[in-house]
């Protein structure tokens, strides 16, 4: 409770008396709830804490001052404050050079560390946009070769009836539609929702109502005809429309009509960091009842999930009645046999949207606190420089009868003074830097958009200033006001400040190594990264989305005259050297899998039969630049009327023919449920390419040719495709010119992802790219900061010891032997700090395992490039002091003192 006790401080005597101990109970019980909610609570807590008492203590002293209960002495103390501020603002303003450095220095440290809170604070702190969104769990499903992925029908079904720990359990699927006016054609992600979405969410809409259980069961039997918009879309189709509630609007080629809005700022789970908002929402239904069958494997995994707790049950719980609802399904149905391994998954829907993010974001956090204390250990050792300069000045006053506690405040006054125009100035560059920070978003940080500078973000600037000033004017205000005054008065004090700085500058360094070792290891990780492989390379390749819809395309002949046409035309344009279309993008999207049958083959007990499944276009290996390293790629006569073939990745090979087969011959259909199966020859293999993530396992995948994909598939329509367009020169002023071509087709259509094959393959490190260069800049400000605590240190030693060095150059030391031992000096400083910070990254390192990528936390590449290049810094802000220093004239040097 003494942190209490200093904030009741802050209120006047009277004040305390009356009220303290009723204050005191107050804020044990606040503080006790707080920890029932974790680190994030106990942040809320003395945030909340600071502000209110902050806004309340003038309150207090005005009334009790209205009351007369401060006397004269409230008045008085009243008046030294006053005092105090007019001499500190007075001494100050007498030393610029000393003031602008201290306040650069606070500015730096704060600005950076209130920046990066800015985002915490956003990111990690703030409540999700859903009602008590403590109580909202998202669900996946695991099994062997997928860490993640979706639920199946029947699975919802089962935990929708069977869990008890669930109030309401939604479901729902993601898309693609088209606002398909002709005067403002737009592609948006839209998705098919159970209508209980609204009640696991907590969700209050800006207008209308959510789908009613009825539209649910009806859009299971046909095209849904009612549709729920975003806010987003309400304001940027609609101007905010007040009558946009039963308004019918074309989606898809169909006009349907929008019963509700949702609140702004809403976003399903799966929004966050794809920099994409689900702008349309179509229904769905969901059988509830128990389950009285259920499908080998759960069935086909196509759905996402969340669930609201029902009152007091805790994840933890929730997460175990699943897992049994899952064995009981095991048990009864043989759902899950023993090989596929399959788990279900239950997580908060603030570990599935932040979750992974969590260890960079408060690495940032780390790193900027880390800068603030370096900053303030350097304004210390400034403080410290100056009150040797001073010490004649503190004297005086001492002997006129100022007192130890007298002088401490008046020196604490002027750091306060330091520390509230480097606050100020601090919070204008976190501004700033917030803005630069949006700017460079790599687009994987949810709710970047709120990110800013709101009241949370001041009161912890605030307090960072406050504890600024504890952190670097206390110790040098007592250590100025610890002398007697003949040795203040001689002259003679500073032994215990110069041990002070050393100790001072040693922890500066041992920092500064922690943070420049910390980005060694993210920049060796950033280098791992960009070498991988990808097996593709795309370059001078423009990509797009075209999705077609099913009242404009109803059949798959019609899907394929389209994108024929379309890339016909597109492949006349001036500038265009081939065009080609894909199902999805590797790098860009999640890839799913099919079911698969092998003539003639007699699988391993256990070994999956399935595989990821792609569409191509005859064309897309060669601009892809993906390798054929075996048989041949797609052709024109690879069409509906010619026999099904197939190309297979080598992680196809190496599953199905471990033994080296030849796959070149072999045949391979997709289950379909078909009497006869649709078998396709494999004509080549492609080689291996990174689809879900540069560091995602290479899963086995076959690619069927477009033109054949509906009889491959039982009937599958083409619908949504991305054209892949290898230009002669700069892909992106291919842009407009295409989009235009779409539009002259089909003037309902939309082109939508408009971004080249280096614009994904860069976006794929963006987010170690992100942190590395945050990480970088910031441990580049450490390293300066410390760089000058070191040179400030034996620049004061010179000065200091001019009679001494004047005496021993004076009996015959060379300039050599003076530089020798002011490095002697700074070396000391130098390896205390270089051991400590060395231990302490071997530590803290750890924390950033889950961020490395094939680089260990102890990397001695990484420790010994970092303590050289220290030594060598250190050596140099030595030397330049050092040198000056054997340059005195050892007559001036005695004659000086």
Known sequence: MRLHRLLLGLYPPSFRRRFGPDLLEVLRERRAEARHRGWRGGLRFWTETVIDTVRAAPDAWRQARAAGELGGGGEGNMDGVRQDLAFAVRTLARSPGFTLLAVLTLAVGIGSTSAIFGVVNSVLLRPLPYGEPDRVVTLWSSWRGFDETWLSESEAQ???????????LAVWGG????????????????????????????????AGRFFTEAEGLVADDGPAETIVISHEAWMRRYAGDPAIVGRSVDVNGRSREIVGVLPEGFRLPTDYGTGAVTDVYFPMGLVRDVPTSFPQGG?????????????GVTPEAARAEVHRVIDRLRTEFDAYPPELSFAPIVRTAADDIVGTLRPAVLALLGTVAFVLLIACANVANLHLTRARSRASELAVRAALG????????????ESAVLAAVGGGLGLLLAWGGIAVFRRLDPGSLPRIDEVGIDGVVVAFSLAATIGTVLLFGLVPAIQAARPGIRDRMDGRSGGGTSRWQGALVAFEMALAVILVIGAGLMVRTFDRLASIDTGFDGSRVLSLAVSLPGTTYPTPEDALAFHREAMRSIGELAGVERVAAARILPLASQIGDWGLALEAYDPAPGLPMNGDWQIAAPGY?????????????????????????????????????PDGRDPIGRRVAMRTGADEPAWMTVVGVAGDVTHNGLTAEIKRKFYVPLAQWSVASGGGRPNSLRYVIRTASDPAAMAAPVRDLVRRLDPTLAVAEVRTIDDIKAAAVSQPRFTVLLMGVFSLVALLLAAIGIYGVVAFGVTRRVREIGVRMALGARGGEVVALLLRQGAVMVAVGLAVGVGGALVLSRFLASLLYEVPPSDPVTYLTVVAGFAVIATVATWIPARRAARIDAVRALRAD
Request: no cysteine.
């Open 158 to 168: 089962a935990y929708a009836s069977m869990v008890e720990s669930f109030d309401d």
């Open 175 to 206: 898309t693609n539609v088209n606002f398909s006016s002709a005067d403002n054609p737009e592609r948006v992600a839209g998705a098919m929702a159970t209508p209980d979405l609204d009640e696991v969410f907590g969700i209050e809409m800006a």
């Open 299 to 311: 069935g086909s995994h196509f759905l996402y999930g969340a669930a609201r707790l029902r009152a």
């Open 402 to 413: 100022a007192g130890r506690r007298r002088i401490v405040r008046q020196l604490l006054t």
């Open 621 to 657: 290996f060669e601009i892809m630049d993906i390798p054929l390293v075996a048989g041949r790629g797609f052709e024109e006569g690879d069409d509906e009327t010619a026999a099904g073939v197939v190309v297979v990745n080598e992680a196809f090979v190496r599953h199905f023919w």
